[in-house]
């Protein structure tokens, strides 16, 4: 969610390079003319006036619909697609940070009931924010969260969503790096070759990753992101096998003695309760970059077949359904299994010998090798957006250079930062928490008040809604990033 669900997590390198939006983090969105029409016959969204005259004759054929999108257009993928493709976009690595975010407020068993809770609630509230998405979409005709945000709250500050998915593209390469670094060590560890981690990940990121990175089509390596949710499948097979077969369980587990002291499994009396410490505030913060796949919204709205409101809020409901019920069963074998003993990558948990894990390894690591450079093209192509370099001045001497400093500047950090459940909590409390609760409920906010009368007497109540939503996110993003900061450095 860090997502292979940093769940990282729009998303425009993607749209180039594949039919369907299959990128568990969301990508830079960058100044690009859609080629497709909008899927609302209106004029052109250009003066203010004319914007304005649109969205009242939108109103007044929402009233006539009791507040649905009554236009019936879209595109030609159906729901089931979409829903597969929507929870592979939301299921990633990030998942695998989870469990050390309970263990940041509880150490017994019961602390999985409020952890549950959690993790239902922020995905209600992440779905809210992705429907809200997509109708300031049906709204104003948009196919972009950045467009949505032009048509909705002005083209002047439409470098704030631009920048924010460049920051977030930035977390998931981070992220990425740091999951490659640990999983690659004890692969290698597995058939004897002991590397550090930080010659482990120099060298996987110079012979592996950049030259993906510097590939100029990428569209080869789209469909391998599929391999991530069916490692995350096979990875939570996995993880019930060793829970329910008490391999690792204190004493006497076959292979808990493999593993370091400070992995094994550890549980004391904090429960359920212990969600009442500021520190549960981690946990929801990591929550926020595990769900992170916003940036898609405006593409699974225009991809959906029929795409009225109605159609498109039944695909989210059941996609984010999905996935917090994926979310709550990885969470709970890992912290059931290790308790406060919980690394910020699960699997590090694990006994490298564990030939069952060891192909979990596998199936991460390889999703992350060919997500990478999806993720960080997003990245480099933000970057060079927010400088103001025209796409047809980014020669490829150019984007090489780039990316070579980029991906330097990731890698470098990468070896002294090797926490990944605070660069999920803090990535989420800051960058994911504005893009899921604040920016949507403005872009609606706004869209509903250039309605003016026209707009229905339910919508306006419902911008009351969406702000204290929006609220929430400022205020657990505030908490969370100062628990994040004070765990990490004291």
């Known amino acids: 969610m860090i997502t292979t669900k940093f769940q990282i997590i729009s998303m425009l390198v993607l749209m180039e390079v594949s039919s369907r939006p299959t990128m568990p983090f969301p990508i830079a969105v960058t100044r690009m003319k859609s080629t497709k029409p909008p899927f609302i016959a209106m004029p052109k969204f250009r003066p203010m006036s004319t914007l304005t005259a649109n969205l009242q004759m939108i109103a007044e054929s929402a009233t006539a619909k009791g507040g649905q999108d009554a236009s019936g257009a879209g595109g030609t993928a159906s729901m089931t697609n979409l829903t597969f493709n929507l929870v592979k976009s939301i299921v990633g690595s990030g998942v695998l940070s989870l469990p050390a975010g309970i263990s940041a407020f509880g150490n017994a068993p019961s602390a999985m009931i409020p952890a549950t809770v959690l993790i239902a609630t922020i995905g209600c509230f992440s779905a809210y924010g992705f429907s809200l998405i997509g109708r300031v979409c049906s709204y104003t005709g948009s196919t972009s969260y950045r467009e949505a945000w032009e048509r909705s709250i002005g083209e002047r500050t439409s470098i704030i969503p631009a920048a924010s998915s460049t920051i977030m593209t930035a977390f998931a390469t981070f992220s990425y790096s740091l999951i490659l670094a640990d999983t690659f060590r004890s692969l290698f560890a597995t058939v004897g070759l002991n590397l550090s981690r930080s010659n482990t990940l120099l ?78 505030f981690i946990l929801i913060c ?27 809020n039944t695909l989210v409901s059941i996609s984010f359904t999905i996935s917090v019920a994926i979310f709550s069963v990885i969470s709970a074998l890992g912290f059931l299994t290790f308790g406060s003993g919980c690394s910020s990558l699960i699997l590090n948990n694990y006994n490298n010998k564990d030939i069952l894990i060891s192909f979990a390894r596998v199936a991460v690591a390889v999703s992350l090798i060919f997500s990478y450079p999806l ?36 890698t470098s950090l990468a070896l002294v930062v090797k926490d990944l459940s605070f660069v999920s909590s803090f990535g989420g409390a800051t960058v994911g928490n504005a893009l899921i609760y604040l920016y949507p409920a403005l872009m609606f906010r706004d869209v509903v008040k250039k309605m003016g009368d026209k707009a229905t007497k339910g919508m306006k109540n419902e911008v009351k809604i969406a702000m204290i939503n929006a609220g929430l996110g400022i205020g657990m993003g505030c908490v969370g990033a100062k628990m994040a900061l004070k765990a990490t450095f004291g």
Not at 241 to 256: D, E, H, K, N, Q
Not at 293 to 306: G, P, Q, R, T, V
Not at 383 to 410: E, F, H, I, T, Y
């Open 203 to 280: 060298s996987i990121t110079s012979l592996i990753i950049l030259p993906l990175c510097l590939l100029k089509n990428l569209a080869a390596l789209a469909p391998f992101s599929l391999l991530g949710i069916i490692g995350m499948i096979y990875t939570a097979f996995a993880m019930a096998i060793r829970y329910f077969t008490g391999a690792y369980s204190l004493p006497g587990g076959a292979l808990v003695s493999g593993v370091p002291a400070t992995f094994q499994p550890s549980f004391g009396e904090r429960g359920a309760m212990g969600v009442l410490s500021p520190n549960s």
């Open 286 to 312: 990591m929550l926020s970059t595990a769900y992170m796949s916003h940036f898609n919204a405006a593409k699974f709205y225009n991809e959906l077949k029929n795409s009225t409101i109605k159609r498109y």
């Open 375 to 410: 993720a960080f093209a997003g990245f480099r192509d933000g970057v060079l957006d927010l400088a103001q370099v025209p796409v047809n001045k980014r020669s490829n001497s150019l984007q090489n250079k780039v990316s070579v400093v980029l991906l330097s500047a990731v």
